[in-house]
């Protein structure tokens, strides 16, 4: 199966992961250290994203009470990858 570009700013690093692999794997394998305290539960919310282009593929159920968020944010441990994702983390640290 063809792999998923996906692009994290303000880094402008594109990484491709194969479907199914979440944005928070995704990011961790562009180097890009995403806060996410719960342990990728869905119910911090520490990984939040902004979406900038495109929409996941798929949203995982969250292991407890999902964190909320605003509109065009996602959960990066629970939202799947698609080809041409653009995402904007809300904590995070460029490690690599
Ligand atoms: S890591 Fe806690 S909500 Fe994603």
Same mark, same amino acid.
Do not use: W
């Given at each position: 199966?063809?792999?998923? &570009?996906? &692009? ?32 990728? &539960? ?51 640290? &460029?490690?690599?």
């Amino acid at each position: 199966m063809a792999g998923c &570009r996906v &692009r994290f700013e303000p880094y402008g690093i594109e990484v491709t992961v194969s479907p199914g692999t979440t944005v928070l794997e995704a990011a961790r394998k562009a180097g890009i250290a995403i806060a996410a305290q719960c342990g990728a &539960r869905g119910t911090c919310g520490q990984c939040a994203v902004r979406i900038l282009e495109g929409q996941p593929a798929a949203i995982r159920q969250a292991l407890g009470r999902a964190a909320a968020l605003p509109k065009g944010m996602a959960l990066a441990c629970l939202a799947e990858v698609a080809d041409g994702l653009a995402v904007r983390p809300v904590n995070a640290v &460029r490690v690599g």
